[in-house]
């Protein structure tokens, strides 16, 4: 897939200063593909203006043919917008395609767009639609087309519809703003952005985005899969599996790039892994959605290699500021000094990632600033407490009861109690977790990672935010916020950056002990099928061999 | 007996009505809504949109409406949306004219999963199936197993033979589904441990693993291979008890008087047992065979959901973990009828192999 | 420092578990003495299969009794490095702690030998308080249904009828569930199904001892007193002193518990009720005058202690299974436990390749259940004998 680059100004400004700074050293690769392209420059675009040739996408050369089965939970089909778990995108993504990817190199490619770019201000963005492309129904794909979808993501009264959120820069008042989508003829559209948004483009990689035909009624895109892509759904059966195989009456549009397997089938094994493992020596998969901690070595040890990628997925064991204890800074201060966050990825994910620094920007986000590591000092930490009278009080900490986050918070809690503060632990079931998230006076929550360091601050910690599970409301705060996503220079940025990660650090927000690197398990013979660092699956690009 | 009979089946009746009015309160709490609202419409939402997704969906009606639509005695819910379209319990079902319409238990109509997005009577009726095979291989194995240990044991109580086999009785009693079938997983499915790799090294078995340790697969096709274990499982834990009653009871008739003057006549003892002990030795294993099919559902569950086999007992854990509830109650329905239709087999088998007893 | 080899290993385990077997040798040694003053315990000691089994069960209650002193770690603590370590693998930094981790490390990188050992005191102090209340109520409902019959008889029957109908299953997923704590509902049933054993316990006092009316006081009184203090902390949390009380989940998987084995003792009881309720020596209490309570509680009950007692045996097995599978699903007892239930089911995953976290609950288990069906076994037999 190689993409040309069209229009007046075939490098962003912004990219060419990235670019310096990449080669300098002020920037390392990756951060500088996810800036870069995330302005508008293709990847190879981008490699080059880095002195470097685009990666071959790959060393093995695909063949055509063959069945593969893996295991993933097969959810209850809905709109793509509200869709809620990738694995609801997943299982979709050989009909439903996408405007661009996330890649995992940290770029962002063009895929039913040819090309975009941004105005200077990052206000004005430029959408070219790729030609030649039809939906599997014979009708020809075009900018009215991408429009409509936008204006169904923009649409806030639908429940649980979270691209909404992502396209506040173009809406008012829960839907889209008039003006904001300008069509400029079939295979062009301009996005006219209220305040600069760098994120958009990437926003449109996120799994929820799926491109839908206007027939869509908004109900079930398997029942009636009217996509762009090669592959179309043959069977569906929620919690128990999904077989989709190659359409025979649809012409691709990137044929010959892709959708080499005939079949692929879904098997959906439940949430144990032992399970999975028991599956896979009887043959019944041959690769894993995601495999986390012993897991892995286990699947290696049956002759199923680990594919790995690091990420900033992380969890957050977070206090919310709004519920007495935690209301006091000195008990959020205490509780954080009191564990050690090496330990933590060791004994709680099996030291499979990279020790974090209670601030939730991660050192792969392109403005990370670095830090000394957060201060460990349990007997400090149980002073201090003592000294708010907490003494006796028995603190409790609640999590999900998936089996990586369970572990996780079950070693903050015995270190929090090694160093002689009384806390007990509360694990719900994964259906009843959700139902108070946001209030758990102190609890875990797991997030995928984002693109830009910005992008988690913007969603979870400005004041008042839907999802501003930790209650944390710093005016001072916003304002820095509001000033890092103004700046586009990184240098420039890092430095408002520094001061919010600080200022994170010292309002004790969260205890955020690790960043996960993420795997998945195959057989030898599967190819293009590396862990994706947003859980994507994008089966038209497996093969066996 | 026809009296007797429906007055069972009214007994029964009342039974699934209270029962299932008890799952649907239960199901239906104001937290366990919030929790399908979110399940449905997407873990993050706000509790605006809980409350607007509530709404929608006709759940924000009193209980005993919504009760009494499920029942079909009420009819079901309508609502116009802002577009002028309208939704509702029956039209989904029966298209417009459904408005006003009941459709409900009364009308044959089971309802709609929310986890399967399916017909519950659909979903019910394919898992059933499932289960029907996996009692049916449990029951073929269980059965014959347990009789045969019960009897060999109670024929020379006190004999060394008697102690060994009872101590196995309790021994499999004392063994939960969910440490045995685990153990016959890393036992004699897993290629890095148990026998398996043993097997594979003297070039027994072609494959890696001698049996499968997840029985997704049966659902295709059942082979020795992937049903096994999950049925060895169940069949094993419940073998026990049996096996104990049947000793018992046979000890019991071992003792008695005809047996003696047998046993003096000169009748050999293979004669005695298989000729005047047994048809008295097994009419208390067969009751209790008869209420042990609905204690087994138990092992069902915790096996279905450890082996993956998708069954009854797995859709019952499914529902209940996704609170879906109007496949809950049906599950419950069944769960009823199942456990009234054995105590009742077993009442009339008892009547008929028994008789000194009458059914008045 | 080497690890331990297998021998040194159980060498240390026997050595750690001193206290229990001072205690079991004392009371094998004075039951056997006197066993033929101590009615059907001492009868016990006559049979092969009663003794093993009372054996295998003394030597879990006194390892639960004991258990502060016989753990080599706390049992939640984690230390660096002993991650799914191997039995008899020694620290890395021992500091004060003792060297050793016998039995291994589990996946959190906790003792597995003392975690086995204090899930001993989890389980023993729930199931058989459990069975016992389930007892109390199937008792105190099974009696009057058996010795009155009629529409009582009719009404609890249908009732008990309707819960053992309920799949155990389903009946743990409504009960047990965050959802529920949160409302009214463990809360209310508790306050009626812990009731019972005050009412169970007033009623048998008053109906010995209503002819000497300052006795009747005084002990009436007294039960009264302190069942209702146990009562209002256990069911409602309110206790004054602070001396009883349960944390709400585990309030949760008692009641359910408690209702499902309830009805099972009901109808043992109401059946042996309605046999013993026809023999000569009721008949003679009926024209002696006595009352029904003091007829049932002081004349029917004592003779039916029997097959009671056997079947109390088998159900605290019954419900250390019960607890296993609750802990199987995730459902209730607290995260972190080292009761058997959920700690099997933690190490059972992982149990091809590091299957001592697993394997030692496991075995823990089945050999309590086992030693109280050899123990009921030994006990059925040797009360026949009579």
Redesign the interface.
């Known amino acids: 897939m190689t993409m040309t680059q069209t229009g007046k100004r075939a490098v962003h400004p912004a990219a060419r200063m990235f670019a310096r700074e990449c080669r300098d050293g002020r920037l390392s690769r990756r951060e500088f593909l996810t800036r870069a392209t995330a302005l508008g420059v293709a990847a190879p675009t981008a490699y080059g203006l880095i002195g470097l040739a685009a990666p071959a996408a790959r060393a093995d050369t695909p063949q055509m043919g063959g069945e593969v089965r893996m295991q993933m939970d097969i959810k ?3 709109d793509p917008r ?4 990738s694995e609801l995108a997943n299982v979709c993504r050989g009909w439903l395609e996408y405007l661009v990817h996330y890649e995992r190199d940290g770029s962002v490619v063009p895929v039913l767009l040819e090309s975009w770019e941004a105005s200077d201000d990052a206000t004005v963005f430029t959408l070219r639609v790729r030609q030649g492309v039809t939906w599997n129904n014979g009708d020809a794909f075009t900018a009215e087309h991408v429009a409509h979808n936008i204006e169904r993501w923009a649409d806030a009264s639908v ?2 519809n ?1 691209m909404a959120g992502r396209m506040g820069a173009i809406s008012q008042d829960g839907k889209i703003r008039d003006g904001a989508i300008e069509i400029v003829d079939d295979h062009t559209l301009r996005l006219h952005l209220s305040s600069p948004d760098i994120a958009i483009i990437v926003n449109m990689a996120d799994y929820p985005a799926a491109v839908v035909h206007p027939s869509f009624t908004g109900d ?1 895109p398997v029942a009636n899969p009217i996509g762009t892509g090669p592959y179309r759904p043959v069977r569906h ?4 599996g999904a077989v989709i195989e190659r359409n025979p009456d649809h012409t691709w549009w990137n044929e010959g790039n892709g959708a080499w397997l005939d079949r692929i089938e879904f ?1 959906d ?2 949430t ?4 999975w ?3 896979a ?4 998969i041959e690769l894993t959605y995601q495999t986390t ?3 892995v ?2 699947f290696e ?2 002759g199923m290699p680990a594919s790995e990628v690091i990420t900033a997925a992380t969890l957050a064991v977070r206090f919310n500021q709004s519920q007495p204890p935690y209301d006091n800074v000195n008990v959020r201060r205490a509780l954080q000094m009191a564990v050690d966050n090496e ?1 933590v990825l ?3 994910y ?1 030291d499979r990632g990279d020790v974090a620094e209670n601030h939730h920007v991660c050192p792969i986000h392109p403005e990370y600033a670095e830090m000394e590591p957060p201060e460990f000092d349990p007997a400090r930490a149980a002073e201090m407490i003592a000294e708010e009278g907490l003494a006796d009080h028995e603190f409790e900490l609640i999590s999900i ?1 998936d ?1 990586w986050q ?2 996780t918070c ?2 903050v ?3 929090i ?2 160093a002689g503060i009384s806390i ?9 977790f ?2 108070d ?1 946001l209030n758990y006076p102190f609890s875990s929550t797991e997030w995928n990672m984002r693109p830009l360091g910005v992008q988690v601050l913007n969603l979870a910690y400005r004041s008042g935010v ?2 501003n599970e930790a209650g944390y409301a710093n005016p001072e705060f916003d304002a820095l916020l509001d000033e890092a996503n103004s700046i586009a220079d990184a240098d420039a940025r890092r430095e408002v950056m520094l001061k919010l990660q600080q200022m994170m650090r010292r309002d004790g927000v969260l205890i955020q002990p690790y960043w996960r690197a993420l795997y998945r398990n195959m057989r030898p013979n599967i190819g293009g099928a590396e862990m994706h660092p947003t859980f994507e699956v994008r089966y038209q690009h497996y093969w066996k061999s | 007996m026809l009296l007797f009979l429906l007055r069972r089946v009214g007994v029964m009746l009342v039974t699934a009505l209270c029962l299932t009015f008890v799952v649907f309160f239960l199901t239906n709490l104001p937290a366990k809504l919030e929790t399908l609202a979110k399940t449905q419409a997407g873990a993050r939402i706000s509790d605006a949109e809980v409350a607007s997704w509530l709404d929608r969906n006709g759940y924000n009606q009193p209980m005993l409406v919504r009760y009494g639509e499920w029942l079909g005695v009420v009819p079901g819910w309508t609502r116009e949306e802002a577009d002028g379209t309208i939704r509702g319990r029956c039209i989904e079902r029966m298209g417009p004219e459904g408005a006003g319409a009941r459709c409900g238990l009364l009308q044959g109509y089971w309802g709609h999963s929310t986890r399967f997005r399916a017909p519950v009577g659909e979903v019910i009726s394919t898992r059933l199936g499932a289960t029907g095979w996996l009692m049916l291989w449990v029951l073929i194995v269980m059965v014959p197993m347990a009789l045969i240990v019960g009897i060999v044991a109670g024929m020379r109580e006190g004999s060394r033979t008697d102690r060994s086999l009872s101590t196995f009785a309790i021994a499999s009693t004392a063994t939960p589904e969910y440490v045995s079938g685990v153990l016959f997983i890393a036992l004699l499915a897993s290629s890095t441990v148990g026998l398996s790799p043993l097997l594979v090294s003297w070039g027994v078995i072609p494959g890696p693993v001698l049996f499968q340790g997840n029985a997704r697969s049966a659902l295709d096709q059942i082979t020795f291979w992937n049903f096994t274990l999950p049925v060895i499982t169940i069949a094993l834990y419940g073998m026990g008890y049996v096996a104990r009653i049947t000793r018992a009871s046979m000890t019991e008739v071992m003792t008695q008087q005809y047996i003696r003057t047998a046993r003096l006549k000169g009748v050999s003892f293979p004669n005695i047992v298989l000729r005047h002990a047994l048809r008295n030795a097994l009419i208390a294993p067969f009751t209790v065979i008869m209420l042990q099919i609905p204690w087994l559902l138990n092992g069902v569950v915790i096996v279905e959901v450890l082996f993956s086999y998708p069954g009854f007992g797995w859709t019952l854990y499914e529902a209940a973990v996704n609170n879906d509830i109007e496949l809950l109650l049906a599950a419950s329905v069944v769960a009823v009828i199942v456990v009234l239709l054995t105590q009742l087999i077993s009442d009339i088998g008892y009547v008929y192999l028994n008789p000194r007893i009458r059914v008045s | 420092m080497e690890e331990l080899g297998w021998l040194a290993i159980i060498g240390r385990i026997a050595q750690q578990l001193l206290p229990v077997w001072v205690a079991m040798v004392i009371v094998f040694a004075l039951s056997i003495r006197f066993k033929r003053r101590l009615g059907l315990y001492g009868k016990l000691f006559d049979s092969n299969v009663g003794m093993v089994g009372f054996a295998i069960v003394i030597f879990w209650i006194f390892t639960a009794i004991f258990a502060d002193m016989i753990i080599t770690h706390d049992p939640l603590a984690q230390l660096r490095g002993m991650r799914n370590a191997v039995p008899g693998s020694p620290l890395a930094s021992p500091g004060d702690h003792y060297p050793y981790y016998l039995l291994g490390g589990d996946s959190l990188a906790r003792d597995v030998f003392s975690r086995a050992v204090m899930g001993a005191r989890e389980v023993l102090t729930i199931a058989p308080f459990a069975a016992m209340i389930s007892f109390m109520i199937g008792i105190s409902l099974g009696l009057p249904a058996g010795y009155f019959g009629g529409r009582l008889d009719t009404s609890l029957t249908f009732l008990a009828n309707l819960v053992l109908a309920f799949p155990v299953i389903l009946l743990f997923f409504l009960l047990v569930a965050p959802e529920i704590q949160e409302t009214a509902i463990p809360v209310v049933m508790a306050g009626i199904l812990f009731l019972v054993p005050v009412l169970f316990v007033s009623v048998l006092l008053n109906a010995r001892f209503f002819t000497q009316p300052m006795k009747r006081n005084l002990y009436v009184g007294a039960a009264l007193l302190v069942g209702l203090w146990a009562y209002s902390g256990l069911a409602f949390n309110a206790d004054p002193l602070g001396v009883w009380g349960m944390r709400a989940n585990l309030l949760n998987v008692f009641v359910a518990v408690v209702f499902v084995n309830a009805p099972t003792v009901f109808r043992i009881v109401r059946g042996i009720t309605m046999d013993i309720r026809t023999r000569d020596y009721v008949a003679a209490a009926q024209t002696r005058g006595e009352g029904p309570w003091y007829i049932m509680m002081w004349e029917i009950l004592p003779n039916a202690r029997g097959p009671l007692i056997v079947d109390f045996c088998l159900r605290i097995g019954y419900t250390t299974i019960l607890l296993g599978t609750l802990g199987f699903f995730g459902l209730g007892v607290s995260p972190e436990s080292p009761d058997w239930g959920s700690t099997i089911n933690d190490g059972r995953r992982l149990l091809t390749v590091y299957p001592h976290p697993a394997l030692v609950p496991a075995l823990s288990l089945m050999s309590l259940v086992l030693g109280l069906n050899l123990l009921a076994d030994g006990l059925r037999e040797e009360s026949l004998k009579d």
């Open positions: 209850a089909q809905r509200t869709w809620d778990w429940e649980g979270s079930d059966e929620t919690g128990i098997v094994l439940g144990d892994p032992s399970a493992i028991a599956a020596e009887g043959g019944e901690g012993d897991y070595d286990i040890a049956i330990t060791e004994l709680g099996d009861d089996a369970a572990a079950d070693n809690a015995a270190q109690r090694a007990r632990r509360t694990i719900l079931p994964g259906a009843t959700w139902n998230w839907a999802w």
